[in-house]
């Protein structure tokens, strides 16, 4: 796990500099050891091509895992470099047959594993490799550079292409703007600044810098060195299927949640493979319990749990947790946390943010607790709502299309439930009201469920950006690709793809990703393992209904260890008590970032609009709520920070 950037198609007296500044800026994500390589062009006149990483160790910890790495051929011009980002998890199923292609590794880390299963296996390598990753690989023969990120997009890789030419690629948005205003503009993308508003984070792969871009999960794209694009293909894809004709058989289910078993197992397993002091997140829920429950059972060592306490016992969950961790034999950890600590501790956290979200504050806590406890790998249960069918979204989204549906064939009873609807003074009427003018289709509800601003109150915000859907406010090709499977596929799984493929990939990983290399944890998901996500999006829907527990599948795939007191506790997420802190210790720093007209007028914002927001806020506005006060503290703090304004066109 470490941070990865380079410069390519750049001259010497422009990269060098850059280089030097985006190292720094990633100096968190790899605290262990650093480095940086000047690869040379092999054509006269073409541009070096500049690697860096940051190195926080997690396999082999001796100097034979420091980056960039090069491979050692026979003819030492002809090295391949790599700089790599992630975990490949099955490296060591692979010594024997690279070993026999003449191809033998000299240490015990995973980067060596693919720089020699490409010259081996080629760019098909990556369909081999159960993991996170990201990463760079230098081609000297070819002159070509490989870049490839894992199929559910655990780990980022950023792209931006300065004005003059060339290409520079980082793990963080704000490694790419330390490169210099010259190569990196600091202007914000209106259309993420309309989806960050609408989710709460930037959908899509466009980021919130204009012209800085994210390589999609599961893609592989090779250049030449001077950054111009040869080829790019998508290696994988969640394997849905149509809906069934026919009700499947019980046998049939017995058998796929044999199947289950068995792939969960293998994905905990290796997932337990590191160097250095690995622990499990644990709370009172289904999924990590589900985790530490396997991990106890297929490791030959005593595993170590961490909970998270909490001075607001309506989200305090460590009293379960604990019992949970005695009855499962795990070495336990129970750490304190404060609203007064947290508090202090904000504007640090705000420091860390690399694109703005209103989520992921929980996860940095986490992150720092279990790094303060000596972990330097954690595995988390993420994942598991969205393949189980655990959110409310896989209830609520089948209802509202119901609903709408009806609705639909009396057509004149709509204006008139809008009107009623609209007299109402709470979020709750204002979102009745989107949802009797929106059109009827499983992504717009979906969409709506966890909208923060809706449209009206975005458009007092500011005006439109013209690539951006005029309903849900993300991004036009978002939408489209989200569309993909509507009709394809039954409804559940198609709320299953819509959680994998919007909130998990476009806020959930990322803030893991950044929070947990703020604190130099590494966190792990075996929930995600594609071999496991391939298995259970392809089962029947009706299999996740949560009867007659919640995530039957998962829990039966457990197995009969799986501590089955918890399965009739209510859902509980750790959620930080922002309105009352928004009120109270937050309020002049809240009213601060509303009151900066300048501030807003110079991203394109209607300078007044997040005052008057404040001021119905603190009024008791029902339609107004503590997390969008939120997300524009979050926004101005991430604006003031890297300097951005709009482009003046």
């Not at 941070?3 to 750049?10: D, N, T, V």
């Not at 409804?491 to 950044?514: C, I, P, Q, W």
């Not at 999006?537 to 949560?546: F, I």
Request: proline share 7%; net charge positive; with cysteine.
């Amino acid at each position: 796990m470490c941070g990865i950037a380079g410069i390519l198609g750049i001259a010497p007296e422009r990269a060098r500099p850059a280089i030097e500044r985006m190292v720094k800026a990633m100096a968190h994500r790899g605290p262990d050891d650093c480095g940086t390589q000047v690869v040379m062009a092999r054509s006269a006149g073409a541009q070096p091509v500049f690697l860096a990483q940051t190195r926080l160790s997690i396999l082999d910890l001796s100097p034979a895992g420091h980056q960039p790495m090069r491979d050692i051929p026979a003819t030492a011009s002809d090295a391949n470099w790599i700089v790599f980002n992630g975990e490949v998890f099955n490296y060591l199923e692979f010594h024997p047959q690279l070993q026999n292609a003449g191809w033998k590794c000299r240490s015990t880390c995973d980067t060596e594993v693919i720089l020699h299963a490409y010259r081996v296996w080629g760019e098909a390598c990556v369909e081999r490799f159960r993991g996170m990753f990201a990463w760079c690989l230098l081609d000297s023969a070819t002159q070509t550079a490989w870049f490839c990120r894992d199929r559910l997009g655990k780990k980022p890789l950023y792209m931006t292409r300065p004005p003059g030419g060339g290409l520079i690629f980082a793990s963080e948005v704000r490694t790419l703007l330390a490169a210099g205003p010259e190569l990196v503009a600091p202007e914000i993308a209106p259309e993420a600044l309309e989806s960050y508003l609408a989710q709460g984070a930037v959908f899509g792969y466009d980021s919130i810098i204009r012209n800085v871009s994210l390589l999609p999960p599961a893609t592989s794209l090779v250049t030449d060195w001077s950054g111009k694009e040869i080829r790019q293909r998508r290696y994988w894809k969640m394997p849905f299927q149509p809906a069934p004709t026919t009700s499947p058989a019980p046998g049939d289910r017995a058998a796929a949640v044999s199947g289950l078993a068995k792939t969960l197992r293998e994905a905990v397993q290796l997932r337990l493979i590191a160097d250095v002091p690995l622990g499990l997140f644990l709370s009172s829920g289904i999924d990590s319990t589900a985790l530490a429950t396997i991990a106890t059972e297929v490791s030959t060592t005593p595993i170590r749990t961490i909970s998270i306490g909490f001075d607001q016992p309506e989200w305090d969950e460590s009293t379960e947790a604990e019992a949970i961790a005695k009855q499962l034999g795990t070495e336990h950890q129970t750490v304190r946390l404060t609203g007064e600590g947290i508090l202090s501790e904000l504007g640090h956290v705000l420091d860390f943010i690399d694109q703005p979200t209103d989520d992921g504050f929980n996860t940095y806590y986490v992150s720092r607790a279990a790094r303060r406890a000596g972990l330097t790998v954690a595995l988390s249960g993420v994942g598991g709502d969205e393949l189980f069918g655990g959110y409310a979204s896989f209830r609520d989204v089948p209802k509202a299309l119901k609903t709408q549906r009806r609705l639909n064939s009396f057509g004149f009873v709509r204006p008139l439930l809008r009107r009623l609807a609209g007299l109402g003074r709470s979020r709750r009427a204002a979102k009745i009201v989107e949802l009797l003018r929106r059109p009827a289709t499983p992504v717009q509800l979906y969409l709506l469920r966890r909208e923060l601003f809706l449209e009206p109150q975005r458009r007092a915000l500011f005006d439109r950006p013209s690539g951006s859907d005029p309903y849900s406010g993300v991004p036009a090709s978002t939408i489209a690709e989200l569309d993909a499977l509507s009709g394809k596929t039954e409804l559940t799984n198609l709320v299953s793809y819509f959680e994998l493929s919007a909130y998990l990939r476009h806020m959930l990983l990322r803030d893991s990703d950044v929070f947990g290399m703020a604190n130099g944890l590494e966190i792990r998901a075996p929930l995600l393992d594609h071999h496991l996500v391939g298995e259970a999006v392809a089962l029947p829907g009706v299999w996740k209904s949560p009867v007659p527990y919640p995530k039957p599948l998962l829990v039966d795939a457990v197995g009969a260890r799986f501590p089955r007191q918890i399965l009739n506790r209510p859902k509980r997420g750790f959620t930080f008590p922002w309105e009352a802190w928004l009120r109270g210790p937050l309020r002049e720093r809240v009213r601060e970032s509303a009151e900066n007209e300048a501030l807003w007028e110079h991203l394109g914002l209607h300078p007044r609009a997040p005052r008057e927001l404040f001021a119905r806020f603190i009024a008791n506005d029902r339609r107004v709520s503590a997390l969008q006060l939120l997300a524009l503290v979050v926004l101005a703090h991430y604006a003031t920070r890297y300097s951005l304004q709009r482009r003046r066109e």
